[in-house]
């Protein structure tokens, strides 16, 4: 008698059949064929690296999402990628050092500790695009719409856009002493929207500024109420001016609806500036994800401004 147990898999691990495996293929050569014509250059890094480049300047959060194991022959840690991003920065940083701008594109498995969402997948195949070299806004419109277009490319129907920047919640925080444990918590609060919970704080920090901020999000005129009550502080209207020439450039952009939330702070040990983050209606978490990272090739020698987008083509095939 077979054992059942023999054809199970991990949870969060799933076999793809033929008639999914070539759709998937298929929107794997398109979205890479437009990147290239778009001018990204191809690049394949490995699935797994010694840990100390592989989470260099990724932060705690992808730290408990690598897989990690000892390498038998060096006796050294090593790790299977949660996330292609910090690699895509080496390769810019240490091989491509002689250009000043590089834009690069990659397609690729991930492997993840926990899913992102109860029931999801551990085993990502996830395809992106990075912009390495151009400090203004313009290269986040570049990856935005390359974004977009690989989104189009899935036959993604009612996109909706939501645009963020850290640099106004950075801004606030510089304006108090807070601790890393309040800030901590503070995040959180602002991460669940949650005006009552950010309140019992106001024995430990002001407030104010962060309950304003949880209350901008919505249409274009988000970014008019943020200068009223933000005005005078030159970090926040710096940031409020590049999502201003973000949301200019998309005006002509019809078939996508755009959302505006300054309280996103999803991203905010790993972003330094604009992020975007795109879903589909029917779908309550975001499909494709991206935002500006800069300086995180410092620790590989090479301080750089960058932007990019990634998505998970597993999620991408089952839009359309």
């Known amino acids: 008698m077979v054992n059942d147990a023999n054809w199970l898999l991990p949870e969060g691990v799933e076999e793809i059949l033929p008639n999914e495996a070539i759709k998937l293929e298929m929107l794997r050569r398109s979205v890479l064929d437009d990147l290239a014509l778009r001018g990204f250059d191809l690049v394949m890094p490995p699935v797994m690296e010694f840990v100390d480049s592989l989470l260099t300047g990724t932060g705690e959060e992808l730290d408990t999402q690598t897989y990690k194991f000892m390498d038998q022959h060096t006796h050294r840690m090593l790790g299977i990628r949660a996330d292609i991003t910090p690699q895509i920065a080496r390769i810019d940083s240490h091989y491509l050092a002689d250009s000043d701008i590089n834009r690069l594109c990659y397609s690729g498995t991930v492997l993840r500790t926990q899913p992102s969402q109860m029931g999801g997948q551990r085993e990502l195949l996830q395809i992106g695009a990075e912009i390495f070299g151009i400090a203004d806004e313009s290269a986040d419109i570049e ?178």
């Open 143 to 320: 990856v935005i719409e390359s974004m977009l277009s690989t989104l189009r490319l899935s036959n993604a129907n009612d996109l909706t856009l939501s645009l963020g920047h850290v640099g106004i919640y950075r801004a606030l925080l510089k304006q108090q002493t807070i601790s890393d444990v309040l800030e901590t918590q503070l995040r959180d609060v602002l991460l669940r929207k949650s005006s009552p919970d950010l309140s019992e704080l106001s024995a430990r920090l002001d407030v104010e500024p962060f309950q304003k901020l949880l209350g901008l999000a919505g249409q274009a005129n988000v970014l008019e109420q943020a200068r009223q009550q933000f005005s005078g502080d030159q970090d926040i209207e710096s940031s409020l001016a590049q999502l201003e020439s973000v949301l200019q450039h998309l005006a002509s952009a019809n078939d996508i609806n755009i959302h505006i939330d300054l309280a996103d702070v999803a991203g905010y040990r790993y972003h330094t500036g604009l992020t975007f983050n795109a879903f589909v209606a029917g779908r309550g978490r975001t499909v494709a994800q991206g935002g500006r990272y800069d300086r995180i090739g410092e620790q590989f020698g090479r301080a750089r401004p960058a932007t990019g987008f990634s998505a998970d083509l597993k999620t991408l095939v089952k839009l359309g």
